[in-house]
């Protein structure tokens, strides 16, 4: 009967196939929930954001038939520009969270609720989306909390342009709400810093407008401040990015696109073997080819894979690669005595990896197998092996 108990003298076979113990896992939920999941989920839910905050704009008013409507303070006009107001908010989150930024994943848990509101306000059909979306993604960002551990990383040259930049929009906004009995058309805090934003941005509609040669000469100070300002904080902000860009295309990987690694196979080393291992992985999972060759990742960025050059004999490098997430590692290199120093370094950095290799030389099979490898495969014994068999069995192609 299936509900017995197997007795002592059972046959083992029969005990393992019908008495298995170990649990086996039909979804593999780590695939779904990890920290790529959530970055796409968070991209979405921006995406959405938008498209509905348009839908709200296009409208000429946005009734509120929510349960949460009677407790929105302010005017209800607001509540057509949320929308859009959130996507921007959660889009620049987005960019934090793919470099694993521990201050973006704050704002995520902070932003997602408040975008969550907007359908509890509306109680529109086209909202629902918007709702399914946060409560899906709100929990796996709060599971995935500990994969964005990252610090923000400014230099001292950005940290001090960020801050003159907004220091001087504070400065022009308080300074022009105290003189602004000699302004025309500003009456409120809100009026000044919107003052002061179209004049630093060199739009001027001309509805504010200073009366005496002081607030003249105030905002000709914040026009010189603002925008040098700017300029100094948006280009120590944009130069990194564009240098990392150009360094992609050499083979470099940037900082954010390391981080979202996991489940990928590490490719070690450049040969022969490796554009048409490429052909046979890149399909089924991700690949980041680990090499110190510049020429050759350059070749290899055509492969539209991942390209790291750097030294796949050095521990610190695998583990930029994310080796502790891999769920395998390849070493194909063209020198066997560099390949047992690869096995070594990937042996050293995640203990529990899967290390496959290819000898060169036949002779070397053993020992990378002793040096960590857990399978080794000698290309040219396999090779020779097709050919004996093609010539044999002319009728069968043996690839």
């Known amino acids: 009967?299936?509900?017995?108990?197997?007795?002592?003298?059972?046959?083992?076979?029969?005990?393992?196939?019908?008495?298995?113990?170990?649990?086996?896992?039909?979804?593999?939920?780590?695939?779904?929930?990890?920290?790529?999941?959530?970055?796409?989920?968070?991209?979405?839910?921006?995406?959405?954001?938008?498209?509905?905050?348009?839908?709200?704009?296009?409208?000429?008013?946005?009734?509120?038939?929510?349960?949460?409507?009677?407790?929105?303070?302010?005017p209800s006009d607001a509540v057509r520009l949320y929308g859009v107001f959130f996507a921007f908010i959660v889009g620049g989150l987005t960019v934090g969270l793919q470099r694993r930024v521990r201050l973006a994943w704050y704002g995520t848990v902070v932003a997602l609720p408040m975008i969550a509101l907007l359908p509890l306000l509306t109680a529109d059909s086209t909202d629902i989306p918007l709702l399914l979306a946060t409560m899906v993604a709100f929990p796996l960002v709060v599971y995935n909390r500990g994969k964005f551990d990252k610090?923000?990383?400014?230099?001292?040259?950005?940290?001090?342009?960020?801050?003159?930049?907004?220091?001087?929009?504070?400065?022009?906004?308080?300074?022009?709400?105290?003189?602004?009995?000699?302004?025309?058309?500003?009456?409120?805090?809100?009026?000044?810093?919107?003052?002061?934003?179209?004049?630093?941005?060199?739009?001027?509609?001309?509805?504010?407008?200073?009366?005496?040669?002081?607030?003249?000469?105030?905002?000709?100070?914040?026009?010189?401040?603002?925008?040098?300002?700017?300029?100094?904080a948006s280009g120590s902000l944009l130069i990194p990015a564009l240098e990392s860009r150009i360094s992609a295309a050499f083979g470099n990987m940037t900082a954010s696109e390391l981080t979202l690694l996991e489940d990928h196979v590490l490719v070690l080393g450049y040969s022969e073997l490796t554009e048409p291992l490429i052909d046979v992985l890149a399909p089924a999972t991700d690949v980041v080819v680990v090499t110190p060759d510049a020429e050759s990742a350059s070749e290899l960025t055509e492969f539209d894979?991942?390209?790291?050059?750097?030294?796949?004999?050095?521990?610190?490098?695998?583990?930029?690669a994310r080796v502790d997430?891999?769920?395998?590692?390849?070493?194909?290199?063209?020198?066997?005595?560099?390949?047992?120093?690869?096995?070594?370094?990937?042996?050293?950095?995640?203990?529990?990896?899967?290390?496959?290799?290819?000898?060169?030389d036949q002779k070397h099979v053993d020992k990378l197998e002793g040096v960590g490898a857990d399978t080794v495969i000698s290309p040219t014994l396999i090779g020779g092996q097709m050919l004996g068999q093609s010539i044999l069995d002319e009728d069968d192609d043996p690839v």
């Open 1 to 74: 009967m299936a509900g017995d108990v197997p007795g002592p003298d059972s046959d083992s076979a029969l005990d393992e196939m019908f008495y298995r113990t170990e649990r086996v896992q039909f979804v593999y939920w780590r695939q779904f929930s990890g920290a790529k999941t959530t970055v796409m989920l968070t991209t979405a839910i921006a995406v959405l954001a938008f498209v509905t905050g348009l839908s709200d704009l296009s409208q000429a008013t946005v009734e509120l038939n929510g349960p949460l409507a009677t407790f929105l303070p302010g």
């Open 151 to 232: 610090p923000i990383d400014l230099s001292p040259f950005q940290t001090a342009a960020l801050t003159a930049f907004v220091a001087v929009q504070i400065y022009g906004t308080l300074g022009t709400y105290a003189m602004r009995d000699r302004y025309t058309g500003i009456a409120s805090v809100t009026d000044a810093f919107y003052y002061i934003i179209v004049t630093g941005t060199t739009v001027g509609y001309g509805d504010a407008t200073p009366t005496d040669p002081l607030t003249k000469l105030f905002t000709v100070s914040v026009i010189v401040l603002g925008t040098g300002s700017f300029t100094l």
């Open 305 to 320: 894979v991942n390209v790291l050059t750097d030294d796949p004999t050095d521990e610190e490098t695998l583990l930029d």
């Open 325 to 360: 997430t891999a769920k395998g590692v390849v070493v194909a290199g063209d020198d066997d005595a560099q390949d047992v120093l690869m096995i070594l370094a990937a042996r050293q950095a995640n203990p529990d990896v899967r290390i496959v290799a290819a000898a060169n």
